[in-house]
């Protein structure tokens, strides 16, 4: 006899496990179909896990900075398995976690691989066999995986992808990142930090292509200072294995050169997970892998949701949790406010950090509106000078007739924590005046949030 939900989710990554946990809340019979492990992607192999290496690679970046702040610190090293041990051990001790918020708010969990066999019904393959489930309503929250380009498919020795890179089973010596989103320079600065000789291939005009040209650039010189090649305008033709070496056909400018590495990494963007869904059969539209939904996150069919990766861009955990809150309210009865991808910040952990949220200064010309910008550079803040991290820019574009904050960029020590002074302040609708009249504690690197403000109205005080 099948069993009967109010609310069925598939998938337990950011998205589907909150989904399941706030469904809960709301008094709905809630299950979760998971058929990997909880978590998702985000916990075990993205997020938390690359996380844990880039704080590893900060603390060794600080003991060999070690004489500029007094201290001494000899025979240097890292032992990359116990980097990695301590970075797995974070994600499954996050991962244990969830199993323990599902019991606590009475969510089924159901391991196994899903299929929609009819509206309203599923059919779960477990390893004891194959079980119907029936749901009023079902949310889709599968997440998506590595894209893979012909001839550049990981092998998991010489070509890795965001698995692989997470448990590498050797130190790269000379590396090649194909691709500079979030997750190709956060590897590419880890392993650099580490010691790799990297190279970075960009297809797109600049690194970090989605963030402010201005970001991109700041971004870019750090790296270079740092040792890395950047390769702009460039892609990566050919890859062809031997031994212990892979070449690189490498294309820029109309001109194709081959280089030699040990280790590539392919970090060339996602695809959602789609397949084997059974979504055709129900006329669930699939663009360029990804379900189409409107602004609640519904499929145009009955009861039928998609939250988070597979749903669209931008893909970002935060972005899932919160469509997974607000379709299990949705579904509760409630009325919630739908998500605003524009709100939603964007960070990326590479050294220096890159965070943003809302238009970028040429986004927001396009869009038609006249902008004032303010620029404050981290040399000219005390705290930054005394934490020894005196390279970085924050950035603040407003519209010159309302005050509105329409985006605020930053690159530099610790911004992915600052940002989020800007994702409320536009959540509240603030404008320029309230934002000038905020009084900023000191000495923090937060304060740079106000000088910026200030300086796209020409009231800047220590620049």
Same mark, same amino acid.
């Given at each position: ?55 590893? /690679?900060?603390? !060794? ?9 007094? @201290? ?21 001790? @996050? ?6 918020? !599902? ?31 029936? +749901? ?29 890179? @997470? ?114 059969? @129900? ?36 972005? +899932? ?76 574009? !407003? ?56 300086? /796209? ?5 220590? !620049?």
């Amino acid at each position: 006899m099948a069993q009967n939900f109010d609310m069925v989710v598939i998938g337990a990554g950011p998205g589907g496990y909150v989904a399941a946990i706030r469904g809960a809340q709301l008094g709905l019979k809630v299950a979760c179909i998971e058929r990997e492990h909880l978590g998702g992607i985000c916990l075990n192999w993205g997020c938390i896990p690359t996380k844990a290496l880039l704080r590893s /690679a900060e603390v !060794f970046h600080l003991m060999e900075r070690a004489k500029d702040f007094g @201290l001494s610190a000899e025979k240097i090293g890292f032992d990359l398995d116990k980097v990695v041990d301590r970075s797995r051990g974070v994600a499954k001790q @996050l991962t244990g976690g969830i199993g323990h918020l !599902f019991k606590k708010n009475k969510v089924t969990t159901i391991m196994g691989e899903a299929r929609l066999v009819a509206p309203g019904k599923i059919s779960v393959r477990t390893d004891k066999g194959s079980e119907e489930i029936t +749901a009023k309503s079902i949310v889709l929250a599968t997440g998506a995986r590595a894209r893979e380009l012909p001839g550049l498919e990981p092998d998991g020795k010489l070509v890795w992808n965001y698995k692989h890179a @997470l448990k590498p089973p050797h130190m790269p010596r000379k590396l090649l990142v194909i691709g500079s989103g979030a997750i190709g320079i956060e590897f590419a600065s880890f392993f650099n930090t580490l010691g790799a000789d990297t190279t970075v291939v960009e297809v797109m005009d600049r690194v970090l292509p989605v963030e402010d040209a201005e970001i991109s650039a700041f971004a870019k010189k750090a790296f270079v200072k740092q040792g890395m090649k950047i390769l702009e305008k460039a892609s990566v033709k050919k890859l062809d294995r031997k031994g212990a070496t892979v070449t690189a056909h490498i294309e820029a400018g109309g001109k194709t050169e081959t280089q030699e590495f040990d280790t590539v990494i392919s970090a060339v963007g996602i695809v959602g997970n789609v397949e084997n869904l059974g979504l055709e059969e @129900l006329g669930v539209k699939v663009d360029r892998t990804h379900v189409v939904t409107d602004e609640y996150c519904r499929t145009g069919v009955e009861g039928l949701y998609a939250i988070g990766d597979v749903a669209g861009a931008p893909w970002l955990a935060h972005k +899932a949790s919160h469509e997974g809150v607000m379709v299990a309210e949705l579904i509760a009865g409630g009325h919630p406010h739908p998500v605003k991808p524009s709100s939603i910040a964007g960070c990326t952990y590479c050294h220096p950090q890159v965070a943003s949220v809302g238009l970028t200064e040429a986004k927001a010309k396009e869009a038609g509106y006249q902008v004032k910008v303010g620029r404050f550079p981290f040399i000219g803040n005390g705290k930054a000078i005394a934490l020894g991290e005196p390279e970085g820019l924050v950035k603040t574009i !407003f519209d010159a007739k309302t005050g509105e904050l329409l985006g605020a960029h930053m690159v530099g020590a610790e911004v992915t924590e600052l940002i989020q002074g800007y994702v409320v302040g536009r959540q509240l609708e603030t404008t320029e005046q309230d934002l000038m009249e905020t009084v900023f504690p000191h000495p923090t690197l937060s304060e740079m949030m106000h000088e910026s403000v200030l300086d /796209a109205y020409g009231r800047a005080i220590h !620049f």
